[in-house]
């Protein structure tokens, strides 16, 4: 059974810093795109972050890019976010995303269709 499971979260002061992790397990993830998405309340869930399996191309939303870095190590099939001066507008239930099929060293798609993995979503609360 494949499963993501993402870690810390929490509440965080604006301008603080958290760094999210996704561990990967009942398969490897070596040679699929990974993703962050968040879902804020009363919000459609929206991409924040994409990284190819090789590292060689990372995405970003506008609304993070240059505070948020996506990274990833395949020998421990864990996928990481690091947020640094966050905001209230950051506040949402972040979600890490695996592609189905292998792809390109290139490949790091935004849309939420190209996810077939899951996890189950963590609480990140950014507080004024």
């Known amino acids: 059974q494949v499963q993501l499971a993402e870690s810390g979260g929490g509440l965080v002061q604006a301008g603080g810093s958290l760094r999210l992790s996704c561990a990967a397990s009942?398969?490897?993830?070596?040679?699929?795109?990974m993703a962050w998405f968040r879902q804020a309340p009363g919000r459609e869930r929206e991409f924040v972050a994409a990284i190819s399996w090789s590292g060689d191309s990372l995405e970003y939303a506008d609304s993070v890019n240059g505070r948020f870095t996506v990274s990833r190590d395949n020998d421990e099939n864990t996928v990481y976010l690091q947020m640094n001066n966050l905001k209230p507008e950051d506040t949402a239930v972040y979600y890490c995303a695996g592609t189905g099929v292998p792809g390109g060293t290139h490949y790091a798609p935004s849309r939420q269709y190209e996810y077939v993995y899951w996890g189950q979503g963590i609480q990140v609360t950014v507080s004024l």
């Open positions: 009942g398969r490897s993830f070596s040679k699929n795109a």
